[in-house]
Each structure stands twice: as C-alpha cells, then as structure tokens.
C-alpha cells in the first residue's frame, strides 16, 4: 500500500456555498462506507451497482478500502470539517487488467444530489486518474441513468459507448 496521500485532503464548496471536506478514502473507512451505502434508496443502489443489492458485501467494503492510491483510488466527502463522518458521497477508480482501462464509479447520498457532489467528486477523482498516468476510464452504467450522462458533460469530458453488456452500457470516457 502507498503511502496515504494527505495532499488531497481539503474543505470544498458546493454550488450553493455549503462546505463539506474532501479526503482519499482510508482502510478504516468501511464502517462509513456501510453507513453511506444504507443511506442511499433502492434506485440509487440499482443505479450504482447494477442490480439491487439489500447491503453492502464485506468483499466490496474490502475493495473500496484497500487500494493503493495509484492505480486504485477513491476519494470520499464528508458533510463536516472535522474530518469525521458521515461520508455522503464516494467516487474511485479501479484498474482492470483484462479490459487495460480504469474503471470510474461514483455515488452520492440522496439527500445530497443536486448540489454538484456527483460532478465534485468525478472531476477530482479523473484529475488524480490522470496525475497517475491514466488518460482513458471506462464505466458501466444503467442505459435510464440520464444524470451520469449528463454530469459528465457538465464536467467536460468525452465519452462514447462502446457496446450494451446485458443490462448495462460500457463506456469509455476521455480525460
């Protein structure tokens, strides 16, 4: 594991001025990520995951948790400055081997979308991506997921979609 990278630890705003605190996400943050993701409703979780799942497996709180700030990376936000939880929105990437692309995932607490959380924390996330030598990512996402569709417009980002896999559109984004 990489040394944790504190330089990315800071207060940020949110379009309607509300300050929350942006930090890489740490192996002890598993509890907040359980939390986070018990906070999310069925469509954000089907939205996210692909599929409905009912809690957060122990495998997937690993992964998230343990990474090594290269080529896996994830940042959380945090609604207070004190650096404590609870988390309300989370974004990584994940470098798969088989497919030589990372992969881009985000999710933001319900009762904090619409703020910019979404659009935050992608941004950063690909930023820190392409600090660390990626100029390409890839996601799956849900064909109805207009919002994704759209942040990363917002974001100014290109993106084409390569092929429907079941349920389910991979893309390929440009950093």
């Known amino acids: 594991m990489e040394i944790y990278p504190s330089r990315y630890k800071m207060p940020v705003h949110l379009r309607d001025g509300t ?4 930090r890489p996400v740490k192996e002890t943050d598993g509890p907040l990520l359980s939390e ?5 409703s069925p469509s954000s979780v089907r939205l996210r995951f692909l599929s409905l799942l009912h809690a ?3 495998e997937l709180v690993y992964q998230f948790t343990h990474v090594d700030y290269k ?6 936000t945090l609604s207070n400055r004190e650096n404590s939880g609870p988390i309300i929105g989370v974004a990584r990437y994940a470098y798969d081997s088989e497919r030589e692309l990372p992969e881009l995932a985000v999710a933001v607490r319900d009762d904090w979308q619409g703020k910019g959380l979404g659009s935050l924390l992608l941004s950063r996330v690909m930023a820190i991506g ?3 030598g990626f100029s390409r990512f890839e996601a799956m996402i849900d064909p109805q997921n207009k919002t994704i569709m759209h942040i990363f417009r917002q974001i100014g980002v290109d993106y084409k979609i390569c092929r429907r896999e079941q349920e389910a559109y991979l893309i390929e984004i440009l950093a």
């Open 36 to 40: 986070l993701f018990k906070e999310l």
């Open 19 to 22: 300050e929350i605190f942006l």
């Open 130 to 132: 392409k600090e660390n």
């Open 71 to 76: 080529k896996t990376f994830g940042l959380v």
């Open 56 to 58: 957060l497996p122990e």
